[in-house]
């Protein structure tokens, strides 16, 4: 089947049949990336992109307790 006709199938299939579909096709990519598959160049760019962000950033987040006992206290 081409790529072309399985991409016209995908809106035909139920919520669940493409969910099953999903999975299949990242436990496919996660085993080439596992058996030595290197990033795309688009997808290092996007790593690299996400790098810089993350280096000029100087906020880490908020601790993950605090969060919780925001989200806690917001139910209440």
């Known amino acids: 089947m081409s790529k072309a006709k399985i991409l016209e199938e995908l809106p035909r299939l139920t919520a669940s049949d493409r969910s099953q579909l999903f999975a299949r096709l990242a436990e496919i990519h996660e085993t080439d990336l596992l058996e ?40 209440q």
């Open 36 to 75: 030595g598959g290197a990033p795309s160049p688009a997808e290092r760019q996007a790593l690299d992109e996400a790098l810089t962000e993350f280096e000029h950033d100087p906020s880490p987040g908020e601790p993950w307790r605090e969060v919780l006992q925001q989200l806690r206290e917001s139910r």
